[in-house]
């Protein structure tokens, strides 16, 4: 306390003007101290991230505060509704988007499960099911696209059977064929650990001869709906199934990934996801409201491999919306395939944006109609044959979009299914032939001779040079009139088996 006295009656001796420079220093050393505050807050709130290799990319704390605040944000999975189960394919359920929340760092050191011959290069990416068509790989690979991750199957929602996705093995072969390194998923609706391990060995054995470098990945959706298999079991039930499916994966010599929503696993909402980021490599859906890489990371603050940033990508080479990727990994070579057996050659599901009703019928050209390779009357497809009016081929499915199946000495083709008759006795309708005459008659049917004679021409003129004269009818002659136009004053008439024209002024109606 006397220290304190005496400090007082120091400051009080001072004049005004020593008082005016004590209180500057003051100001100043608070000023330093608030500043030192808040620049070791920023360090700590992470306000550099690691990406490429351990590269430090700065952010625009700013940009990123108001993008909170000024961006609606949504998720690309798993914020499915209780929407009616309406077909055997679980990833055929619209997923509606939510609203997210602000972006976070990627540090790719934290992935656990690590490849000998994995990278920390970002590499770009997309995926892709027989919901994108036919793709053309070589257009892909022409845009620089570095690696795919194909859905190779799914396990149906209703009856829980393993289905092969149809365009599977079409787009690993042609990815693979132009240098695009391959990836895969499945998706699982597995209601037991030992279910999801009979996924994951068939997955091992459907991809064994083709080379995937990338993940296998576990993805899981829909489980919220009332009419999936999967809607009442535990969060804990379905990570024991996930683990056990990546285990499985693992084993059998794949690196594994698992693939949820950002929603589904932050603070452990669906998942256990806690469990899962500890043993692999995690894949996170979320779309921010401005793309990447305006967005430089996603807002999912748990640790993540891959990142799928959007389901409305544009690539060429591909005719529908698709979903984008950037992993913070690559590969600096190809994996070889398992099993080395060349796979054998397949060709695209050209049905596979369409579907067909099964029908086994005889059908026939109402007049002629094209067969096709695929169902397109654009420059994708082939004609092959064009079938005429009384020749058969057996239908065996009618598309809602116009088209049908029809097999032809044993090979498909297709054809608009509004030109196909089921009905073989069609006739197609005659049409009367050109004779060059444009006026027109009312037909009427009625005999008439000439008043006195009158000249019968080819054509309703008096021009010699365009309506020679054929014959002429004299008073007493009988011609039958069909037809007359009263506005120019001619009349069509049969006369010894021909059809000609006269002036109707020189003829008179028999009585």
Same mark, same amino acid.
């Given at each position: 306390?006397a220290?304190?006295?005496?400090?007082?009656?120091?400051?009080k001796?001072?004049?005004?003007?020593?008082?005016?420079?004590?209180?500057?220093?003051?100001a100043?050393?608070?000023?330093?101290?608030?500043?030192a505050?808040?620049?070791?807050?920023?360090?700590?709130?992470g306000?550099?991230?690691?990406?490429?290799?351990?590269?430090?990319?700065?952010?625009?704390?700013?940009?990123?505060?108001?993008?909170?605040?000024?961006?609606?944000e949504?998720?690309?999975?798993?914020?499915?509704?209780?929407i009616?189960?309406?077909?055997?394919?679980?990833?055929?359920?619209?997923?509606?988007?939510?609203?997210?929340?602000?972006?976070?760092?990627v540090?790719?050191?934290?992935v656990?499960?690590?490849?000998?011959?994995?990278?920390?290069?970002i590499t770009?990416?997309?995926?892709v099911s027989?919901?994108?068509?036919?793709?053309?790989?070589?257009?892909?690979?022409?845009?620089?696209?570095?690696?795919?991750?194909?859905?190779?199957?799914?396990?149906?929602?209703?009856?829980?059977?393993?289905?092969a996705?149809?365009?599977?093995?079409?787009?690993?072969?042609?990815?693979?064929?132009y240098?695009?390194?391959?990836g895969?998923?499945?998706?699982s609706?597995?209601?037991?650990?030992?279910?999801?391990?009979?996924?994951?060995?068939?997955?091992?054995d459907?991809?064994?001869?083709?080379?995937?470098?990338?993940?296998?990945?576990?993805?899981?959706?829909?489980?919220?709906n009332?009419?999936?298999?999967?809607?009442?079991?535990?969060?804990?039930?379905?990570?024991d199934?996930?683990?056990?499916?990546?285990?499985?994966?693992?084993?059998r010599?794949?690196?594994?990934m698992?693939y949820?929503?950002?929603?589904?696993?932050?603070?452990?909402?669906?998942?256990?996801?806690?469990?899962?980021?500890?043993?692999y490599?995690v894949?996170?859906?979320?779309?921010?409201?401005?793309?990447?890489?305006?967005?430089t990371?996603?807002?999912?603050?748990?640790?993540?491999a891959?990142?799928?940033?959007?389901?409305?990508?544009t690539?060429?080479?591909?005719?529908?919306?698709?979903?984008?990727?950037?992993?913070?990994?690559?590969?600096?070579?190809?994996?070889?395939?398992q099993?080395?057996?060349?796979?054998?050659?397949?060709?695209?599901d050209?049905?596979?944006?369409?579907? %067909? !009703?099964? =029908?086994?019928?005889?059908v $026939?050209a109402? +007049?002629?109609?094209? /067969? &096709?390779? @695929? *169902?397109?009357?654009?420059?994708?497809?082939?004609?092959?044959?064009?079938?005429?009016?009384?020749?058969t081929v057996?239908?065996?499915?009618?598309?809602?979009?116009?088209?049908?199946?029809?097999?032809?000495?044993?090979?498909?083709?297709?054809?608009?299914?509004?030109?196909?008759?089921?009905?073989?006795?069609?006739?197609?309708?005659?049409?009367?032939?050109?004779?060059?005459?444009?006026?027109? %008659? !009312?037909? =009427?049917?009625e005999?008439? $001779?000439?008043k +006195?004679?009158?000249? /019968? &021409?080819? @054509? *309703?003129s008096?021009?010699?040079?365009?309506?020679?004269?054929a014959a002429?009818?004299?008073?007493?002659?009988?011609?039958?009139?069909?037809?007359?136009?009263?506005?120019v004053?001619?009349?069509?008439?049969?006369?010894?088996?021909?059809?000609l024209?006269?002036?109707?002024?020189?003829?008179?109606?028999?009585?």
């Amino acid at each position: 306390m006397a220290k304190r006295t005496n400090l007082a009656k120091v400051i009080k001796n001072l004049s005004a003007k020593e008082k005016a420079i004590l209180i500057g220093i003051a100001a100043v050393v608070v000023a330093v101290i608030v500043i030192a505050v808040v620049l070791l807050a920023g360090n700590d709130r992470g306000e550099d991230k690691k990406t490429d290799g351990g590269n430090v990319v700065k952010q625009d704390k700013d940009k990123d505060e108001a993008s909170k605040d000024d961006h609606e944000e949504s998720e690309g999975a798993g914020n499915t509704a209780d929407i009616p189960i309406t077909d055997e394919d679980p990833q055929e359920i619209i997923t509606p988007n939510k609203p997210e929340g602000d972006g976070a760092s990627v540090d790719i050191s934290d992935v656990i499960t690590k490849d000998e011959n994995e990278t920390e290069d970002i590499t770009f990416g997309i995926d892709v099911s027989y919901y994108q068509g036919t793709i053309s790989w070589k257009k892909v690979a022409e845009s620089g696209i570095d690696f795919v991750m194909v859905r190779v199957g799914y396990r149906t929602m209703a009856n829980g059977e393993i289905a092969a996705d149809t365009n599977a093995k079409y787009n690993m072969q042609e990815a693979q064929k132009y240098g695009i390194k391959v990836g895969a998923y499945f998706f699982s609706t597995a209601t037991t650990n030992n279910e999801a391990i009979e996924e994951a060995n068939w997955v091992a054995d459907y991809i064994s001869k083709y080379k995937i470098t990338y993940p296998v990945a576990y993805n899981c959706e829909g489980f919220e709906n009332s009419g999936s298999r999967q809607y009442n079991m535990t969060k804990t039930q379905r990570t024991d199934a996930a683990l056990a499916f990546m285990n499985r994966i693992t084993e059998r010599g794949y690196s594994a990934m698992f693939y949820a929503s950002k929603s589904e696993m932050e603070g452990d909402a669906d998942w256990e996801t806690s469990r899962i980021s500890s043993l692999y490599k995690v894949w996170v859906a979320q779309y921010p409201s401005t793309p990447y890489p305006q967005t430089t990371a996603s807002s999912y603050t748990g640790t993540h491999a891959m990142w799928q940033h959007t389901n409305k990508g544009t690539v060429p080479g591909i005719s529908k919306p698709v979903d984008v990727n950037i992993a913070y990994f690559g590969y600096d070579t190809e994996k070889e395939a398992q099993d080395t057996t060349t796979p054998e050659e397949v060709g695209a599901d050209v049905e596979a944006l369409m579907k %067909f !009703t099964t =029908v086994e019928e005889t059908v $026939t050209a109402k +007049e002629e109609t094209r /067969l &096709r390779d @695929k *169902p397109s009357q654009g420059s994708d497809s082939n004609v092959t044959y064009t079938l005429k009016n009384g020749e058969t081929v057996t239908r065996t499915g009618v598309s809602n979009s116009g088209w049908s199946r029809v097999v032809l000495n044993g090979k498909t083709y297709y054809a608009v299914s509004s030109l196909l008759t089921t009905d073989l006795s069609y006739k197609p309708p005659q049409e009367a032939p050109d004779d060059g005459i444009k006026t027109e %008659f !009312t037909a =009427v049917n009625e005999k008439v $001779t000439a008043k +006195e004679v009158v000249n /019968l &021409r080819t @054509k *309703p003129s008096v021009d010699d040079s365009i309506a020679p004269v054929a014959a002429q009818l004299k008073n007493g002659d009988v011609a039958t009139r069909t037809g007359i136009n009263n506005e120019v004053g001619w009349s069509r008439v049969e006369y010894n088996g021909q059809v000609l024209y006269c002036v109707s002024s020189y003829l008179k109606v028999v009585e």
